[in-house]
T-cell receptor, first 112, second 112 residues
Framework: GDSVTQMEGPVTLSEEAFLTINCTYTATGYPSLFWYVQYPGEGLQLLLKATKADDKGSNKGFEATYRKETTSFHLEKGSVQVSDSAVYFCALRSGGYQKVTFGTGTKLQVIP | DAGVTQSPTHLIKTRGQQVTLRCSPISGHKSVSWYQQVLGQGPQFIFQYYEKEERGRGNFPDRFSARQFPNYSSELNVNALLLGDSALYLC???????????FGPGTRLTVT
C-alpha cells in the first residue's frame, strides 16, 4: 500500500537558517504530493503541492520538487522565521478518490 | 467565505459509549473526508463521501460509520468507544476533480 516516510523531529533551527525536511514515498501509479502544515492548536493547512514528476510546488518561501526517480519530495526554505514553527506533514494522494496518506510529521522549532 | 466547520470542539466520553461528530464543508464542496489523528502521528484516513455515497474507507473497524446529508454536511459515528479512540478527528472537504483538501479545526475526543 501507499506510505510516506519523513525525517523525525523535532528540528530546531535559528532564525534565518536553511531548512530541509526529507520525505520519501511509496505508491502505486502516479501520486500527487503535498506538504501540509499544522500550527499549534490549529487544523491542517495545505502548504504546497505537485501533481506530476519534476513539478515544483512553492508557497510562502517554501519549495519542494517531485522527484520520481528517487521517490522523494523534500521540503526546503532558504531562511526560516520564528513564525514557521509548526508541524509539517508530507502526504500523497493516489487512486481515484480523495484518500490522502500522511507521514508522521516533523516538528520544526525556530528560535530567535 | 466560511471554511470547514466541525462540532463539537472537544468532548469527553466513557468507554463503551457512542459519539457523533459533525462537519460542514465549504460551500460548493460535495466531497467530505474524515481522518483520525492520534497524538504525535499523522492523520489516518477513515472515510470519504461524495454526493451522499461512500467512496472510500480506510482500515477502521465497523464501529466507525458515517453518512452525508443532502446539504453535503456529514456525521461520523463511533460506537462502543475504546480508550484507543482518543484522538483528534479531522474533517476535510474538496471540490471533485481537484487535488486540494481543506481541513477543519478538528474535534478532540477523549475516552476515559
Amino acid at each position: 500500500g501507499d506510505s510516506v516516510t519523513q525525517m523525525e523531529g523535532p528540528v530546531t533551527l535559528s532564525e534565518e537558517a536553511f531548512l530541509t525536511i526529507n520525505c520519501t514515498y511509496t505508491a502505486t501509479g502516479y501520486p500527487s504530493l503535498f506538504w501540509y502544515v499544522q500550527y499549534p492548536g490549529e487544523g491542517l493547512q495545505l502548504l504546497l503541492k505537485a501533481t506530476k514528476a519534476d513539478d515544483k510546488g512553492s508557497n510562502k518561501g517554501f519549495e519542494a520538487t517531485y522527484r520520481k526517480e528517487t521517490t522523494s519530495f523534500h521540503l526546503e526554505k532558504g531562511s526560516v522565521q520564528v513564525s514557521d514553527s509548526a508541524v509539517y506533514f508530507c502526504a500523497l494522494r493516489s487512486g481515484g478518490y480523495q484518500k490522502v496518506t500522511f507521514g508522521t510529521g516533523t516538528k520544526l522549532q525556530v528560535i530567535p | 467565505d466560511a471554511g470547514v466547520t466541525q462540532s463539537p470542539t472537544h468532548l469527553i466520553k466513557t468507554r463503551g459509549q457512542q459519539v457523533t461528530l459533525r462537519c460542514s464543508p465549504i460551500s460548493g464542496h460535495k466531497s467530505v473526508s474524515w481522518y483520525q489523528q492520534v497524538l504525535g502521528q499523522g492523520p489516518q484516513f477513515i472515510f470519504q463521501y461524495y454526493e451522499k455515497e461512500e467512496r472510500g474507507r480506510g482500515n477502521f473497524p465497523d464501529r466507525f460509520s458515517a453518512r452525508q446529508f443532502p446539504n453535503y454536511s456529514s456525521e461520523l459515528n463511533v460506537n462502543a468507544l475504546l480508550l484507543g479512540d482518543s484522538a483528534l478527528y479531522l474533517c476535510a472537504s474538496s471540490l471533485e476533480g481537484t487535488h486540494e483538501q481543506y481541513f477543519g479545526p478538528g474535534t478532540r475526543l477523549t475516552v476515559t
